[in-house]
């Protein structure tokens, strides 16, 4: 993963320690938090505040049902998933990237298979 990080972009890469990808909430950017990443050599990647890449669309979704139930949630749940083509969770994967990619000023950055595998 490192060499492929290095390949994309030279200012993301740590090959001292490991690169961590986390969300914004408030216990992965606690000052306690990012003292202990630090002092673990631990370099972080936040993400964007808000990334409704996936989740935005399964809440409208869930939105129009009465879930009762924990099994009806479930059956909700995997009716959404059976009811999304391929491509649409491939385009919600990569969008991320794309945006932290935009976010750190990487500049002619394309997504493959080959950059993910």
Do not use: W
């Not at 003292?35 to 809440?59: A, I, M």
């Not at 979704?61 to 491939?90: G, H, M, V, W």
Request: hydrophobic letters at 40%; a neutral charge; glycine letters at 4%.
């Amino acid at each position: 993963m490192h060499k492929k990080l290095k390949d994309l972009c030279l200012i993301l890469v740590n090959l001292k320690g490991p690169i961590l990808l986390h969300d914004n909430a408030r216990p992965h950017v606690s000052q306690m938090t990012v003292q202990k990443l630090n002092e673990l050599g631990c370099e972080t990647l936040p993400r964007p505040p808000y990334s409704p890449d996936l989740f935005n669309h399964l809440e409208n979704f869930l939105r129009e049902k009465k879930l009762k139930t924990q099994a009806a949630a479930e059956n909700a749940f995997e009716e959404f998933i059976d009811s999304r083509i391929p491509e649409f969770y491939n385009t919600g994967m990569e969008k991320p990237v794309l945006r932290l990619a935009e976010m750190y000023g990487i500049g002619n950055f394309i997504l493959t298979k080959d950059t993910l595998s």
